[in-house]
C-alpha cells in the first residue's frame, strides 16, 4: 500500500463529503465549518479512524497555503478608511478584550490551584482568537456593517496583540520557573525572552509588508486579469515559506500582504482579487477545518477537568466584559458594544501552536513542576480549543444574526 | 548551493517569476508552458538544485491533480453531438495513429538492433501521449474550430488504446524473453486480460462518479461551491487509479464526459466555467514541476536508438493521424495538421518504462536487464525532446489552420 493513493482519495472524499456536511450545519443554523469540522472529528483520530494521522502530518503543505490565504483575506478587510471611520474604539476594543481574558483566566486559574507559573500560562494564552471561523460565518452569511467590520478588524489585529502577551506572560513564567529552580541570576533571561517575541512580530510584519508591496507593484502591471491567481498563489507560498524558515507568524506574514494590497490600491483592484478568490475559498475552507477536526482528539474532553471549565468561563467573561469596556470608552455603535465579544470567541491554531511552543520551551527547564505545566496546558488548550470552535461560531453568527446584519436571504 | 530554501518558497518565487518568462516565451512566439518548463529545469535537479528530488516526489500530488483537471477538461468538451458531427474520422485516427506508431517503431527499432523483444518494447510504448501539453496550448491561445475538437477527442481516447497496445506487446516481449532463458513463466493470459481489465474499470468507475458527479453539480448553490466539488470528485478519483492501477486520465476523463452528455449545454459550460480562472495557476505549477523532473543530464544517452525512436514514432504518429482522417473522409485541416498536436510524450511513458523495467527485473536474464535498462535511459531522453518539440508543433498546427483568434494575443480583455 502506498502513501500516496491513500491521501488523495482521503482528500477527495473529504472535499465532497465536507462541502454537503457544511450544508447539513447551515440547515440546523450552524455555521457550515462546524460541519466541516465534525466530519473531520468522526473520519479523524478519535473516532473512525479512516483519517490516520500520518496522513494529516502529510498534508501540511495544503494546510500552511490555505492558513496563508485565509490570513491573506483577513489583511485584505483592514482597510485603514474603514478602520478610520470605526475611530479609535477599535484599538480600545482590542487592547480591553486582550488583557481582559488574560487577567481574568490568570485570577481564575490563580484561585483555583494557587500555581502561578500555571496560571500565567493559561493566561497568555486566553488572548489568541481563531479569526478562521469569524471569516467562515461572516462569509457565509453574507454578512454588511458596522459590526461585521469591527469583527474583522478586531479578530485580524488581536492576533498581533496576543502574541505580545502571549511572549510577555510566557517569559514571566519562565523567569519564575527556573528561578525556583536553580535560585538566582535569571534578570538577563527576562530581557532575552521578552526580547525574542517583539523581534517576531516586528520581522513578520516587516517581511509582510515588503511582499505585500511587490505583490500590488506587481498586480498594477499585470496584463491579464487571468494571471492573479498565479500571482497570489505565488506571494502567499512565499510568505508561508519565509515564515517556515525564520519562525516568524505565517497568519501575521500573509495578513501584512493583504493590509497592504487594501491600502494601496484601487477598490476595483481589489474586487478584482476578491472575485478571483471566490472560487478558491470554499476549498480551503472545508480542507482547514476538516483537517482541524481530525486532530482533535475527543477523548481528551474528559480529561479537560476544572482547569479547563475555569479557563473557558473566565477566557468567555474577560473578552466580553473587555470588548463592552473598550467599546464603550471609544463610544462605539450599541450593537458593537453588545455583540462584538460574542463573536470572539473561537479559538483554535494560534493558541493550540502557542501551547505546543509551551511544552517544547518548558521541557527544557530542570523540575517536575515546569513539565506539568507544558502537559496540562497542551492538553487542556486541545480540549477547550474543540469547545470554543463548536459554540465560537455559532455565537458569531447569533450576534450578527441580533445585530441585523445578515441579510433576509439566508 | 547549499541554501535551505524552503520547497514551498521556491514553489512561490517559480510561480510568479513563470508569469513573465511565459510572456517571453509568447513574445517568442512559443506557447508560455515552454517558459514554464525551462525555469522549472533551472530551479529543478538539474541546474540549480533548489528543489531536491526528494521534495519533488512530495509534490507529485500537485502534477496528479493537475493532470486530473486536464483530463476532466477534456472529457467535458467532448459532447456526444460534436463527436457525431466529427464522424467515424475521429475513430479511425485513434486507431490509426496509435498502430501506426507501434508498428512504424517496432519496425525501426527491429532494424537497427535485429533484437525483437526490444523492439516490442519500444513499439509499445510509442502510442502513449501526454495531453497536458496540447490542452494547455489550446487553453492559452483560446482556439476553437474542429481541429481544436478532433484533437480534445484524440489526445482524451488514445490513452485506452497506448494501455492496451501496451499491455499486450509488452507481455508479448516478456514470453519471448522467459522462453530464451526458460525460466519460471508468468502467465500470459493474465498480463493480456490485465490491461483490458484496467481499461474497462477505468471507464466504468469514471462512468459511476461521472453521474454521480453530475447529479450533485446540477443542483448544487451557490455557483462558487462548483470548484470544490469538481476538486473533491477529481481527488477522490486519482486516488482510486492508484489505488486499483487504473488510469488516471481515462477515469477523470469520463467524468468530464458524462457531465457534459447529462447535463444542457449552458449548465454544463456554466458548471466547467467556473474552473477558468484557475486552470492557468494549474499549468504553471504542473509545467514548472514537469521541468523540474528533466534530467538534462540524460540527453546525451540519447544515442542514435532514441534518435531512431523519435523519428519513427513522429513518422507513425503523423502518418497514422493522415490515413486514419483520410479513411475516414475527414476534412483537410485535420488531415493535415491533428497529427502535429499530438507528439507530446511524458510522465505516462515514463511510468511505462518503469513497469518494463520492473516486470523484466523479475524474469532476470541477461537480456531482460539490459533491455529494462536502455528503455529508461533512453525514454527519460526522448521525453525531454517531445515534452518541448510537442506543445510548439500542437500550437503550429492550431495556428496553420486558422484556429487561433487574432485577439488572442493581447489576451487581457474578457
Not at chain 1, 517583539?198 to 508591496?213: N, V
Not at chain 1, 505565517?250 to 472575485?275: C, D, E, H, K, P
Not at chain 2, 502513449?128 to 474542429?146: D, L
Not at chain 2, 453521474?211 to 450533485?216: R, V
Request: hydrophobic content about 55%.
Amino acid at each position: 500500500m502506498n502513501f500516496e493513493f491513500t491521501t488523495l482519495f482521503l482528500v477527495g472524499i473529504a472535499v465532497s463529503l465536507g462541502l454537503y456536511s457544511g450544508k447539513a450545519a447551515t440547515k440546523i443554523g450552524l455555521p457550515a465549518l462546524i460541519g466541516y469540522m465534525i466530519l473531520g472529528t468522526l473520519m479523524g483520530t478519535s473516532a473512525l479512524e479512516i483519517f490516520p494521522i500520518r496522513t494529516v502530518h502529510g498534508l501540511s503543505f495544503i494546510t500552511d497555503i490555505a492558513l496563508g490565504f485565509v490570513a491573506f483575506s483577513i489583511g485584505l478587510e483592514l482597510s485603514i478608511r474603514a478602520l478610520a471611520k470605526l475611530g479609535r474604539s477599535i484599538g480600545l476594543i482590542i487592547i480591553f478584550e486582550s488583557l481582559l481574558a488574560l487577567l481574568m483566566v490568570t485570577a481564575g486559574v490563580y484561585l483555583l490551584t494557587g500555581d502561578l507559573p500555571l496560571s500565567l500560562i493559561f493566561g497568555s494564552l486566553a488572548p489568541a482568537t481563531a479569526p478562521a471561523g469569524t471569516i467562515a460565518v461572516i462569509q457565509e452569511c453574507k454578512a454588511k456593517g458596522n459590526l461585521t467590520k469591527a469583527l474583522y478588524a478586531v479578530a485580524g489585529f488581536d492576533d498581533g496583540v496576543a502574541i505580545v502577551l502571549f511572549g510577555f506572560a510566557a517569559a514571566f513564567a519562565k523567569l519564575l520557573l527556573v528561578s525556583e529552580s536553580s535560585g538566582s541570576g535569571a534578570e538577563f533571561n527576562l530581557l532575552a525572552s521578552a526580547g525574542k517575541p517583539f523581534m517576531e512580530i516586528l520581522l513578520s510584519l516587516g517581511a509582510g509588508g515588503l511582499l505585500g508591496y511587490v505583490y500590488t507593484w506587481l498586480i498594477k502591471r499585470l496584463q491579464s486579469q487571468n494571471e492573479i491567481p498565479a500571482l497570489t498563489f505565488g506571494i502567499i507560498a512565499i510568505g508561508t515559506g519565509i515564515a517556515a524558515q525564520f519562525h516568524l507568524s505565517l497568519i501575521l506574514v500573509n495578513m501584512a500582504v493583504g493590509f497592504i494590497v487594501i491600502n494601496t490600491t484601487s477598490t476595483r483592484v481589489y474586487q478584482t482579487i476578491t472575485s478571483r478568490l471566490k472560487p478558491l475559498m470554499p476549498i480551503l475552507f472545508i480542507l482547514f477545518f476538516f483537517l482541524a477536526g481530525a486532530h482533535l482528539d475527543i477523548s481528551m474532553l474528559s480529561s479537560i477537568g476544572t482547569i479547563g471549565v475555569v479557563y473557558i468561563l473566565a477566557r468567555s467573561a474577560g473578552k466580553i466584559a473587555g470588548a463592552r469596556i473598550g467599546a464603550t470608552m471609544g463610544n462605539a455603535d450599541v450593537k458593537i458594544r453588545k455583540y462584538l465579544g460574542l463573536g470572539l470567541l473561537s479559538q483554535a491554531g494560534v493558541a493550540i501552536g502557542l501551547s505546543l511552543l509551551v511544552f517544547q520551551e518548558f521541557r527544557e527547564i530542570p523540575g517536575e513542576h515546569a513539565a506539568a505545566i507544558a502537559g496540562s496546558a497542551v492538553t487542556t488548550i486541545a480540549a477547550t480549543c474543540i469547545i470554543f470552535e463548536l459554540i465560537g461560531p455559532v455565537l458569531t453568527k447569533y450576534a450578527l444574526k441580533k445585530a441585523g446584519e445578515i441579510p433576509s436571504e439566508n | 548551493l547549499a541554501l535551505n530554501i524552503p520547497v514551498i518558497a521556491v514553489i512561490g518565487v517559480s510561480s510568479i517569476v513563470a508569469i513573465y518568462v511565459g510572456k517571453i516565451a509568447r513574445k517568442a512566439g512559443l506557447p508560455s508552458l515552454i517558459g514554464y518548463m525551462i525555469l522549472g529545469t533551472f530551479v529543478g535537479t538539474s541546474v540549480l538544485s533548489l528543489i531536491s528530488e526528494n521534495s519533488l516526489n512530495h509534490l507529485q500530488f500537485i502534477t496528479d491533480i493537475a493532470l486530473g483537471f486536464v483530463a476532466f477538461t477534456i472529457g467535458s468538451e467532448l459532447n456526444l453531438k460534436i463527436l457525431k458531427r466529427l464522424g467515424k474520422g475521429i475513430i479511425l485516427i485513434i486507431l490509426a495513429e496509435s498502430f501506426a506508431a507501434f508498428f512504424v517503431v517496432g519496425a525501426a527499432v527491429y532494424l537497427l538492433t535485429g533484437d525483437l523483444p526490444m523492439a516490442l518494447i519500444f513499439g509499445a510504448l510509442a502510442p502513449a501521449s501526454a495531453p497536458a501539453g496540447t490542452v494547455a496550448v489550446i487553453q492559452e491561445y483560446k482556439t476553437k474550430g474542429n481541429l481544436t475538437k478532433a484533437l480534445y477527442a484524440v489526445v482524451g481516447f488514445d490513452d485506452g488504446l497506448a494501455v492496451i497496445i501496451f499491455g499486450f506487446s509488452a507481455a508479448l516481449a516478456a514470453r519471448i524473453l522467459q522462453a530464451e532463458s526458460s525460466s519460471v513463466s508468468v502467465g500470459f493470459l493474465s498480463s493480456v486480460t490485465k490491461p483490458l481489465l484496467e481499461l474497462a474499470l477505468s471507464l466504468g468507475a469514471g462512468t459511476v462518479l461521472g453521474f454521480i458527479f453530475s447529479a450533485l453539480a446540477r443542483k448544487l448553490r451557490p455557483l462558487n461551491e462548483i470548484p470544490a466539488l469538481i476538486f473533491g470528485f477529481i481527488t477522490l478519483s486519482i486516488g482510486l487509479c492508484m489505488w486499483f492501477n487504473l488510469s488516471l486520465i481515462l477515469t477523470n476523463m469520463m467524468l468530464g464526459f458524462v457531465l457534459a452528455n447529462t447535463t444542457s449545454i449552458t449548465s454544463a459550460r456554466s458548471i466547467v466555467g467556473q474552473l477558468k480562472d484557475y486552470m492557468p495557476l494549474l499549468f504553471i505549477l504542473f509545467f514548472l514541476l514537469a521541468g523540474a523532473h528533466l534530467q538534462i543530464s540524460a540527453l546525451p544517452a540519447l544515442g542514435i536508438l532514441g534518435i531512431v525512436y523519435m523519428a519513427a514514432r513522429t513518422a507513425g504518429l503523423m502518418g497514422g493521424a493522415w490515413l486514419g482522417a483520410v479513411m475516414g473522409k475527414s476534412e483537410s485541416k485535420i488531415r493535415k495538421y491533428l497529427g502535429f498536436g499530438i507528439l507530446s510524450q511524458a510522465g505516462v511513458a515514463i511510468g511505462l518504462s518503469l513497469i518494463v523495467r520492473q516486470m523484466f527485473e523479475e524474469i532476470g536474464s541477461p537480456h531482460a536487464l539490459a533491455i529494462g535498462a536502455t528503455v529508461i535511459t533512453t525514454v527519460t531522453a526522448t521525453s525531454i525532446i517531445f515534452e518541448i518539440v510537442g506543445p510548439i508543433c500542437a500550437k503550429f498546427a492550431l495556428g496553420r489552420a486558422g484556429e487561433i483568434p487574432k485577439k488572442s494575443d493581447s489576451g487581457s480583455r474578457e
